[in-house]
């Protein structure tokens, strides 16, 4: 059986034209949290040119609306795209409406981990925050605030013991941070207590969830492409959705790869990670 290998591109004016619409992660691939990357806004603007729907989707635990006052602030303006759609979206969302059986059954105590103290994500939710894992009926785990993950340990055993369950706003296990080092992400989290025997919901990619509601609120039936750095999340969460994924190499899988890498080499590196892209570059550009 021949297996299609990834293909380099250039830049998106390689292969733009073959899309309706485009999903684009933001962390790693428009910017590293401080800065743009170079000529992302310019790519950005000649995707929106072409005519097709242009969507951010990003695995943060932030509610959209700090999505788009970031996006602002960094360059992106409201004109560069359709929409934007985030994970910790997505659970508000589930809070607020509770028609999901996970979300349903929940008591009204969380105890949260978080990057700040940001709590727009529970807002007018009814739900009260605790810090007592003794007095909590679920655990929000929407950012990072210890040193490690095995300083999680205790208070995850605990919460086990009580048979808690543990919903997760933002999926990665790992991020970019703009001196380029990698920092764990609430994603760990929930995969270090969903392997400890803990009942975990998640939200964002790969989960289809966002990119149904993207086809639905963009009305585009097209072809689409996902673009992005990473290949668990990113490039598998775009296959999940019928799309073709172009796999930005200069991300969180930078150190994986050499800057020239060979087609063979991204395919491994897809491989081991369940999802092989249609294209790679090192950079997203257009």
């Not at 004016?13 to 806004?41: C, N, S, T």
């Given at each position: ?7 380099p ?39 929106k ?10 695995n943060s ?6 999505s ?174 019928g ?10 899988h930078?150190?994986?790869?050499q ?5 063979e ?13 249609t ?8």
């Open positions: 059986m021949t297996i299609l290998l990834p293909k591109i250039s830049g998106l004016r390689d292969i733009a034209d073959g899309y309706d619409l485009f999903v684009v992660d933001q962390w790693g691939v428009l910017h590293d949290g401080a800065k743009p990357h170079p000529g992302a806004i310019e790519a950005l603007r000649k995707l040119e072409t005519g097709a729907a242009v969507t951010l989707l990003s635990g932030k509610r959209v609306s700090e788009y006052k970031r996006l602002s602030a960094l360059g992106f303006s409201r004109d560069l795209y359709d929409l934007a759609i985030t994970s910790g979206e997505q659970v508000h969302q589930g809070l607020m409406r509770r028609d999901d059986p996970f979300y349903a059954t929940l008591g009204p105590r969380f105890l949260m981990f978080a990057w700040d103290d940001d709590r727009a994500i529970v807002d007018g939710t009814g739900f009260d925050e605790t810090d007592d894992i003794e007095q909590a009926d679920f655990i929000l785990c929407a950012g990072t605030d210890r040193p490690s993950l095995d300083a999680y340990r205790p208070i995850l055993t605990r919460a086990l013991e009580r048979g808690l369950p543990l919903t997760c706003a933002n999926p990665d296990r790992v991020s970019v941070q703009p001196d380029g080092s990698l920092k764990i992400c609430p994603g760990a989290i929930a995969e270090l207590y969903e392997g400890m025997g803990g009942t975990v919901k998640w939200h964002g990619k790969p989960g289809q969830d966002a990119y149904r509601a993207i086809r639905q609120e963009t009305g585009v039936s097209g072809p689409g492409l996902g673009i992005g750095d990473s290949l668990s999340h990113d490039i598998a969460g775009a296959v999940g959705a799309m073709d994924g172009l796999f930005i190499t200069g991300g969180i930078r150190d994986d790869l800057e020239n890498a060979d087609a080499s991204v395919a491994d590196l897809g491989r081991s990670h369940g999802a092989i892209p294209y790679y570059q090192r950079g997203f550009s257009w």
